[in-house]
């Protein structure tokens, strides 16, 4: 019997579909935002979460940089937790910098 292949978008409607039904609401908001805020923005199911990518044209890279990764979602206990893989880099230098 042949295995049905789903979509990128059908495993993570289904996988939110699975979800508590209180945390569904914000999680189908961030996946919108997340693909309205550009046509090259993908997403799919990473570490059993939904997560977003970019889908466009990128030079070589070695992969255990995470590059290509935007966001993904820790969605543990009722919790959503938006976890950015690249990081955030800060080219710039200051000194004298206080809290």
């Not at 990128?58 to 992969?63: D, K, Q, V």
């Not at 969605?75 to 809290?99: A, E, H, S, W």
């Amino acid at each position: 019997m042949p295995t049905t292949k789903y979509t990128n978008n059908e495993q993570v409607t289904a996988h939110i579909a699975k979800l508590p039904k209180n945390i569904q609401p914000a999680v189908t908001y961030l996946r919108e935002l997340m693909l309205a805020t550009d046509d090259e923005i993908s997403e799919h199911i990473k570490w059993n979460s939904p997560a977003f990518y970019y889908s466009g044209a990128m030079s070589a890279f070695n992969a255990k940089e995470y590059k290509r990764d935007i966001l993904v979602m820790n969605l543990r206990k009722d919790k959503i937790m938006c976890v950015l893989p690249t990081g955030m880099v800060i080219k710039k230098q200051y000194r004298n910098f206080r809290r």
